[in-house]
């Protein structure tokens, strides 16, 4: 996904798509050469090319169009551009997706900032950042859950808002989203 740009930043958020090999496959080669053969193949996903070579290449071209290729070329020098500041989709210290919504706030009020108070980009997404990576040194104290505690007894309440709690020492005025 691409963001109004500044002067000095880029942000960009993005998923990874991964395959893996189980450790204990006898087979782990065949399967390497599976996945390489299927990487090689463009035109059997929907989403951005395993390869920067396929990005413009004719193969997605025909069953994803120029558009699309022109974005993935794009994006590709985006992503190699060092203004590029990346927005996390989703925060994981070991603890799955707990917590990762409220970067986007952040970011979502830098945006909302940016457009509808005719803010500085570079400023807000700087800002951003900054929450972003206090907010990463908080959680990353966070152990995984466990989940042999169980989710209905309230362990699970409990030890997500151990994220919640680290949102608001960054920012005391989310205190209101998450505090009845």
């Known amino acids: ?18 395959a893996y090999i189980t450790s204990q496959t006898p087979y782990a080669d065949a399967c390497y050469r599976w996945l390489s053969t299927v990487a090689q193949h463009p035109e059997l996903f929907s989403e951005m090319p395993a390869r920067r070579s396929f990005a413009n290449s004719q193969t997605l071209i025909a069953a994803h169009g120029k558009i699309a290729s022109d974005f993935y070329v794009s994006l590709f020098e985006m992503l190699d551009n060092p203004s590029a500041v990346f927005i996390p989709v989703g925060l994981n210290s070991g603890n799955g997706s707990i917590g990762a919504s409220i970067p986007n706030i952040w970011f979502n009020q830098a945006l909302d900032a940016y457009v509808l108070e005719d803010g500085t980009l570079d400023i807000l997404l700087a800002d951003t950042q900054a929450r972003i990576d206090e907010y990463s040194e908080c959680i990353a104290g966070i152990p995984p859950f466990n989940e042999s505690l169980g989710y209905d007894d309230g362990q699970w309440g409990e030890y997500s808002k151990q994220f919640t709690d680290c949102a608001i020492s960054v920012d005391p005025s989310l205190a209101s989203h998450f505090r009845s």
């Open 1 to 18: 996904m691409t963001f109004p740009r500044g002067s000095n930043t880029i942000p960009l958020a993005y998923n990874v798509g991964a």
